[in-house]
């Protein structure tokens, strides 16, 4: 029987993500050429939805003239990053950098100025000065009505959930309606993955399945899609943890740290002088001086605005809901800092879809930008940068080459499969504490410290719970069909990580890859990366070792 009741439509571009480096591949998609179809597919709301809505207050990595290089930037980064670090698309990011802000600038977004007209540029990174603040609450609005008047096609309210391939060559996507379950199919002549993370990854301390650092929606969609296309990735051993405000999760260190406030252990030890990293605050707080706060009361009154002012609009409205809640005024309580859940990310980490300076992966046509891809540490800097770099070359790429058409037996597969899970309204178990349990399964064997045995159970489980999704799931209707493709997606990313883990035999990257079993850090044997393939099945990974790019000749 072939199934055949679903709308196609075509793209030259088709945008997989609608945040930060999907919403600027778009715009620049159009600015390469106006004529071109650039569609996007996006879970959530493209003016709200991504991490920008979680709190911008700066642009991390900008090489100001005079200010800094993106020589030094490589240099600063390569400590960052242990090593890990591919040079040639980091130095990319920071030599469009400037250009980039710039840009933004010019379309309104706010970079505050002193009375000598000189931007505020933070030291936050081991080497030189790039972070510079932003205060921009409508940033996403701002970027999402500019795609929007410029033409660009946006289908809000619909995951991805399979990239289409006719033999070796890319063919579109399939998109699912998150509320209706309705499918929408795009061919495209190109494909840019902007999808994020996998924020949903450990389960966050606060118990709330989204009740997590980075944007709940991204459950690694990016990383899935592209691996089962044939893509490489790599960096998923880097299981991050940040440290940062209990229970709610959102930021705010480096705002109020650079502004004077004092951070301080349990045992009341001042730690803001040091200029603390995540990973010495992680180590504070596991070696029992934890929970370290942050404190405000000596600040005058000013600053205490200044800081409200960015926390309570640039940062996320909630912030002031959340400390009124819990009884605290910045002039006379603390605020408690604690470890996030862990989780996966190219912004943050080193996790994600191999690409290059062109943003190409190893599929012909099949691009990636923002945190689904590895321009290591690269943070909004690298989402807005390589969503430009994605977009100019999808535009070549577009327009040198044919649409291809479906494999309408791809087509017809998926759609089976969805009506299989469909007909599991008698299993007993609802997704959301099935998801509770994959998600605290992953704290237990996957979250730093990891050994071999952990590692073992981790994908153990993961193999059951492959089979549990089937055999155990209730699915009732497409709200819980599409929190089972999230889910499918979160198991996936916890076997790549797994295996990755197991496959760095060394420690590296403080606690982020901690290995009890094997303590010390190895430059000699694995300064290098570790890339997964897919294998005959999506459970069985392949790894490869594959070495650092660097800079050659006089950016060195
Ligand atoms: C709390 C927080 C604060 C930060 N602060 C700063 C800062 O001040 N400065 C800085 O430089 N960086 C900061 N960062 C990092 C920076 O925001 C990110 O690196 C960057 O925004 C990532 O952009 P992205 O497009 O890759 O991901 P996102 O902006 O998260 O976009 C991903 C999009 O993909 C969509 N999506 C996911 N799966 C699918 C699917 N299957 N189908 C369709 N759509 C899908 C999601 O709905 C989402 O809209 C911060 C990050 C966080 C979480």
Same mark, same amino acid.
């Not at 591949?25 to 179809?37: C, Y």
């Not at 795609?147 to 699912?176: C, F, H, P, Y």
């Not at 600053?303 to 640039?314: G, H, P, R, S, Y």
């Given at each position: 029987?072939?199934?055949?009741?679903?709308?196609?439509?075509?793209?030259?571009?088709?945008?997989?993500?609608?945040?930060?480096?999907?919403?600027?591949?778009?715009?620049?998609?159009?600015?390469?050429?106006?004529?071109?179809?650039?569609?996007?597919?996006?879970?959530?709301?493209?003016?709200?939805?991504?991490?920008?809505?979680?709190?911008?207050?700066?642009?991390?990595?900008?090489?100001?003239?005079?200010?800094?290089?993106?020589?030094?930037?490589?240099?600063?980064?390569?400590?960052?990053?242990?090593?890990?670090?591919?040079?040639?698309?980091?130095?990319?990011?920071?030599?469009?950098?400037?250009?980039?802000?710039?840009?933004?600038?010019?379309?309104?977004?706010?970079?505050?100025?002193?009375?000598?007209?000189?931007?505020?540029?933070?030291?936050?990174?081991?080497?030189?000065?790039?972070?510079?603040?932003?205060?921009?609450?409508?940033?996403?609005?701002?970027?999402?009505?500019?795609?929007?008047?410029?033409?660009?096609?946006?289908?809000?309210?619909?995951?991805?959930?399979?990239?289409?391939?006719?033999?070796?060559?890319?063919?579109?996507?399939?998109?699912?309606?998150?509320?209706?379950?309705?499918?929408?199919?795009?061919?495209?002549?190109?494909?840019?993955?902007?999808?994020?993370?996998?924020?949903?990854?450990?389960?966050?301390?606060?118990?709330?399945?989204?009740?997590?650092?980075?944007?709940?929606?991204?459950?690694?969609?990016?990383?899935?899609?592209?691996?089962?296309?044939?893509?490489?990735?790599?960096?998923?051993?880097?299981?991050?943890?940040?440290?940062?405000?209990?229970?709610?999760?959102?930021?705010?260190?480096?705002?109020?740290?650079?502004?004077? %406030? &004092?951070?301080?252990?349990? !045992? +009341?030890?001042?730690?803001?002088? @040091?200029?603390?990293?995540? *990973?010495?605050?992680? =180590?504070?707080?596991?070696?029992?001086?934890?929970?370290?706060?942050?404190?405000?009361?000596?600040?005058?009154?000013?600053?205490?605005?200044?800081?409200?002012?960015?926390?309570?609009?640039?940062?996320?409205?909630?912030?002031?809901?959340?400390?009124?809640?819990?009884?605290?005024?910045?002039?006379?309580?603390?605020?408690?800092?604690?470890?996030?859940?862990?989780?996966?990310?190219?912004?943050?980490?080193?996790?994600?879809?191999?690409?290059?300076?062109?943003?190409?992966?190893?599929?012909?046509?099949?691009?990636?930008?923002?945190?689904?891809?590895?321009?290591?540490?690269?943070?909004?800097?690298?989402?807005?940068?390589?969503?430009?770099?994605?977009?100019?070359?999808?535009?070549?790429?577009?327009? %040198? &080459?044919?649409?291809?058409? !479906? +494999?309408?037996?791809?087509?017809? @597969?998926?759609?089976?499969? *969805?009506?299989?899970? =469909?007909?599991?309204?008698?299993?007993?178990?609802?997704?959301?504490?099935?998801?509770?349990?994959?998600?605290?399964?992953?704290?237990?064997?996957?979250?730093?410290?990891?050994?071999?045995?952990?590692?073992?159970?981790?994908?153990?489980?993961?193999?059951?719970?492959?089979?549990?999704?089937?055999?155990?799931?209730?699915?009732?209707?497409?709200?819980?069909?599409?929190?089972?493709?999230?889910?499918?997606?979160?198991?996936?990313?916890?076997?790549?990580?797994?295996?990755?883990?197991?496959?760095?035999?060394?420690?590296?990257?403080?606690?982020?890859?901690?290995?009890?079993?094997?303590?010390?850090?190895?430059?000699?044997?694995?300064?290098?990366?570790?890339?997964?393939?897919?294998?005959?099945?999506?459970? &069985?990974?392949?790894?490869?070792?594959?070495?650092?790019?660097?800079?050659?000749?006089?950016?060195?």
């Amino acid at each position: 029987m072939r199934i055949t009741d679903y709308p196609v439509i075509d793209a030259d571009i088709l945008i997989i993500g609608g945040g930060s480096a999907g919403i600027m591949a778009a715009i620049r998609a159009k600015e390469m050429n106006p004529d071109q179809k650039v569609v996007i597919f996006e879970k959530g709301e493209i003016k709200y939805s991504g991490c920008i809505a979680r709190g911008m207050d700066a642009l991390n990595i900008v090489a100001l003239p005079g200010v800094s290089t993106p020589e030094l930037y490589v240099a600063s980064n390569r400590i960052a990053c242990e090593g890990i670090m591919d040079e040639p698309v980091n130095y990319r990011m920071a030599q469009r950098s400037w250009a980039m802000m710039k840009k933004l600038e010019s379309w309104g977004v706010c970079f505050p100025v002193d009375e000598n007209g000189e931007y505020e540029v933070l030291q936050v990174h081991p080497k030189g000065k790039f972070c510079v603040t932003m205060k921009e609450p409508e940033l996403k609005t701002l970027l999402a009505k500019r795609a929007i008047d410029l033409g660009v096609s946006a289908i809000n309210r619909t995951m991805a959930v399979k990239l289409l391939k006719n033999g070796e060559q890319l063919a579109g996507a399939i998109g699912m309606n998150v509320r209706t379950g309705e499918n929408i199919l795009c061919r495209a002549k190109s494909v840019i993955l902007c999808a994020g993370g996998t924020a949903r990854f450990g389960l966050p301390n606060n118990g709330n399945l989204y009740g997590v650092y980075d944007f709940p929606g991204n459950t690694g969609d990016g990383y899935c899609l592209a691996y089962k296309a044939g893509a490489e990735l790599s960096g998923f051993e880097y299981t991050l943890i940040y440290y940062i405000v209990k229970d709610i999760n959102a930021p705010l260190l480096y705002i109020t740290l650079t502004r004077g %406030a &004092n951070l301080l252990t349990a !045992l +009341d030890e001042h730690r803001e002088k @040091d200029h603390p990293s995540i *990973k010495s605050m992680l =180590l504070d707080h596991f070696k029992e001086k934890g929970p370290l706060r942050i404190r405000m009361s000596h600040l005058p009154e000013n600053k205490i605005k200044e800081i409200e002012d960015i926390l309570f609009t640039t940062e996320r409205p909630v912030c002031e809901r959340f400390y009124k809640g819990r009884g605290i005024d910045f002039r006379s309580g603390e605020i408690e800092l604690w470890p996030t859940e862990t989780f996966l990310c190219g912004g943050h980490g080193l996790t994600g879809i191999r690409v290059n300076e062109n943003a190409e992966t190893c599929v012909p046509g099949l691009y990636a930008a923002g945190d689904a891809s590895l321009v290591a540490r690269g943070h909004l800097s690298g989402a807005f940068v390589f969503g430009e770099i994605a977009a100019e070359n999808a535009s070549e790429y577009a327009a %040198a &080459n044919e649409a291809v058409e !479906l +494999d309408t037996d791809q087509v017809d @597969d998926f759609m089976k499969a *969805k009506q299989s899970r =469909l007909s599991q309204s008698g299993n007993p178990i609802p997704v959301e504490e099935f998801e509770y349990k994959v998600r605290r399964i992953i704290n237990d064997y996957i979250r730093p410290p990891k050994n071999e045995y952990k590692l073992n159970r981790a994908l153990w489980w993961m193999d059951r719970f492959r089979r549990e999704l089937a055999t155990m799931v209730r699915v009732n209707d497409m709200h819980d069909l599409f929190k089972v493709y999230e889910v499918e997606n979160i198991i996936q990313c916890a076997t790549l990580s797994a295996v990755a883990s197991n496959e760095r035999k060394e420690s590296r990257w403080g606690l982020w890859h901690y290995r009890s079993d094997y303590p010390d850090r190895d430059d000699q044997n694995w300064l290098k990366h570790i890339v997964l393939t897919i294998g005959d099945v999506p459970e &069985n990974v392949e790894t490869a070792h594959k070495k650092i790019e660097k800079l050659e000749g006089e950016h060195q």
